[in-house]
């Protein structure tokens, strides 16, 4: 079975580093050129996405490897199922508000020129990517939590998230 978990992660802490990278461009040129001094709120909604993401990738990348024991056997001691599935729908819902507040915020500029509006439209477009990724991830994790609904042994619940057949018992 192909395990497609690791590469979906790589690319969210890669779309999630952009992100922040992008939007914090937005707010610094919103600070430095405008009066008011204070930015709209799309951007750093993506800042603060893209941290969340950082900060709960960890997590969800090392889970199934902390799952497996120092023989190759599932442990299941730290997995849980239901933190991975959880974790990765609420950052998928966050990614979806997220670039979806930005592209009706840019959308609502009456003009936008230059480097600021390229580097909204490249938020939006990592935004989108991002939550693509996140909902990639979220369906392998429903997918997941309900083929191993009923599974007491520990092979039958963690051996195929890390992308291995689980045995015959």
């Known amino acids: 079975?192909?395990?497609?978990?690791?590469?979906?992660?790589?690319?969210?802490?890669?779309?999630?580093?952009?992100?922040?990278?992008?939007?914090?461009?937005?707010?610094?040129?919103y600070i430095q050129h405008t009066r008011s001094r204070s930015t709209p709120n799309e951007p750093p909604f993506l800042i603060f996405v893209g941290s969340w993401s950082l900060l709960v990738l960890p997590y969800l990348f090392l889970n199934p490897a902390l799952s497996q024991s120092r023989h190759n056997k599932p442990s299941g001691r730290y997995f849980n199922k239901w933190a991975v599935l959880a974790l990765d729908?609420?950052?998928?819902?966050?990614?979806?508000?997220?670039?979806?507040?930005?592209?009706?915020?840019?959308?609502?500029?009456?003009?936008?020129?230059?480097?600021?509006?390229?580097?909204?439209?490249?938020?939006?477009?990592?935004?989108?990517?991002?939550?693509?990724?996140?909902?990639?991830?979220?369906?392998?994790?429903?997918?997941?939590?309900t083929r191993t609904r009923g599974g007491g042994s520990t092979e039958q619940t963690h051996g195929r998230w890390v992308g291995k057949p689980s045995a015959q018992v």
Do not use: D, E, K
Not at 2 to 11: F, M, Q, V
Not at 13 to 20: D, F, G
Not at 112 to 129: D, E, K, Q, R
């Open 1 to 29: 079975m192909l395990n497609l978990n690791t590469p979906l992660r790589i690319i969210q802490v890669i779309l999630a580093t952009v992100a922040i990278a992008l939007n914090s461009y937005v707010i610094s040129w």
């Open 89 to 145: 729908a609420l950052t998928c819902l966050f990614w979806f508000a997220g670039w979806i507040a930005l592209a009706v915020y840019r959308h609502s500029l009456i003009i936008c020129l230059g480097h600021t509006c390229s580097a909204m439209y490249g938020g939006i477009v990592v935004g989108i990517l991002a939550w693509i990724a996140f909902l990639a991830t979220t369906i392998l994790a429903t997918l997941h939590v």
